[in-house]
């Protein structure tokens, strides 16, 4: 079985400080793993992916992710935070053991405080 | 957005009714999905679908069912409402080939009074 793990329901960060949000995963096989972001009355939007290529992936709005295969993580960070960055994120992991279908973690809320 | 939208995108019922909520698509997309958010849970899979009339459940299906008889329509149905059901629901597509990366309609927040 698949899950995720997010560390920390809710983040306050300070404006242009570093972000990082935390996601373990468990799968007893190759992950596919995924950062999504969620403002406020919205739906998902994917921020970004990691495929088993490059372990340290970039997605949009500056936020990157590193996939740690020895520690089970894959970590969101962004050197710099917006006010525009408030919002909800999701990790989630999919598999093709697991039919492809993606698990999401309980999500954690990023508060910027200007 | 992937041309999906979902209707209708607010509604308040009450326990024991019938309510059908309808995702659509624009770009026919194989596999379609339907996910409940919930405070601390995130998203969980309700059901999905990988064409028309082939559906299988996810791991919250009970009480739920869907029917997809175009492929641009995936529909959503509680049979008899219940209060544990007040939820925000998305309905997700997914690219034919891709890693599973999905793409959400905008939602809808049911509630069951």
């Keep these: ?114 | 957005d992937a041309g999906i939208t979902q209707s209708p995108r607010h509604k308040v019922t009450e326990t024991g009714t019938p309510v059908t909520l309808r995702c659509h698509q624009t770009e026919n997309h194989r596999y379609m999905y339907w996910y409940r958010q919930d405070p601390g849970h995130g998203l969980r899979l309700i059901h999905y679908s990988y064409g028309v009339k082939d559906t299988d459940k996810g791991e919250v299906s009970d009480g739920y069912s869907v029917s997809r008889s175009k492929t641009e329509d995936f529909l959503l149905t509680l049979e008899s409402a219940t209060s544990s059901q007040t939820s925000v629901y998305f309905c997700a597509i997914r690219f034919s080939g891709s890693i599973n990366e999905q793409f959400f309609g905008p939602g809808t927040r049911l509630t069951v009074l």
């Design chain 1, 1 to 114: 079985a698949q899950s995720v793990t997010q560390l920390g329901s809710h983040v306050s960060v300070s404006e242009g400080a570093l972000v990082l949000l935390r996601c373990n995963y468990s799968s007893s096989v190759p992950p596919y793993l995924f950062w999504y972001v969620q403002y406020p009355n919205q739906g998902l939007q994917l921020l970004l992916k990691y495929t088993s290529a490059a372990t340290l992936v970039k997605g949009i709005n500056g936020f990157e992710a590193e996939f740690k295969k020895s520690e089970t993580s894959f970590h969101l960070t962004k050197p710099s935070a917006h006010m525009s960055d408030a919002a909800e994120y999701f990790c989630a992991v999919s598999t093709k053991a697991a039919g492809n279908k993606l698990t999401f973690g309980g999500g954690t809320r990023v508060l910027v405080k200007p």
